[in-house]
């Protein structure tokens, strides 16, 4: 049986392990990553599948993002699955949850690269990201949307921009000791 929760801070371990597992290498050299560098997921769209035995297998984050000028939307992604719980219905399970805590949170569009027939099966497709652009390379075809309230693309052009809440910087070890002395 799997479990959806949302992510805490003690899972980055294991969900770095899975995201490599999954993704490869290469995950982090995509645009898409770009768009998430930097930054916190959206709140309370960060979720974890874990299986009877407490494992990780699954996640998904929603990330702040503008479809072109002062229109608000999110990123999806990454989305991955253990790849020995693969084609069991677990990244089908994160989905649905995430877009429907999305509309509950009162977002109107979720974007992502990604394969169409997959993401096709939940609503997504490329016909409102042909005017909006992203940040660096990408298969157009791979480019999609989904809209939660209707029309929340319509006219949706330019850039996509990352927005949201900064990853707070550290504070310098130096500072703290000085503090002390």
Known sequence: MITIRNEVPADTGAREALLDAAMGEGRCRKTSQRLRDGRLPARGLSLIAENEEGEI???????????????????????????????RGTGSLLMRLAIARAAELGHGSILLVGDAPYYGRFGFSAARTQ???????????????????????????????????????????????????
């Open 57 to 87: 297998v699954g996640t998904v984050r929603l990330w702040n993002v503008t479809a072109g000028p002062n229109r608000p939307s999110l990123l999806l992604g990454p989305l991955a699955v253990d790849p020995r719980c693969q084609s």
């Open 131 to 181: 005017r909006l652009r992203l940040p660096g390379p990408y298969e157009a075809h791979r480019f999609l949307a989904l809209e939660l309230r209707t029309d929340a693309l319509a006219g949706a052009a330019g850039l996509v921009k990352p927005t949201g809440l900064r990853v707070p910087e550290p504070e310098p070890a130096e500072a703290g000791l000085r503090e002390a002395a």
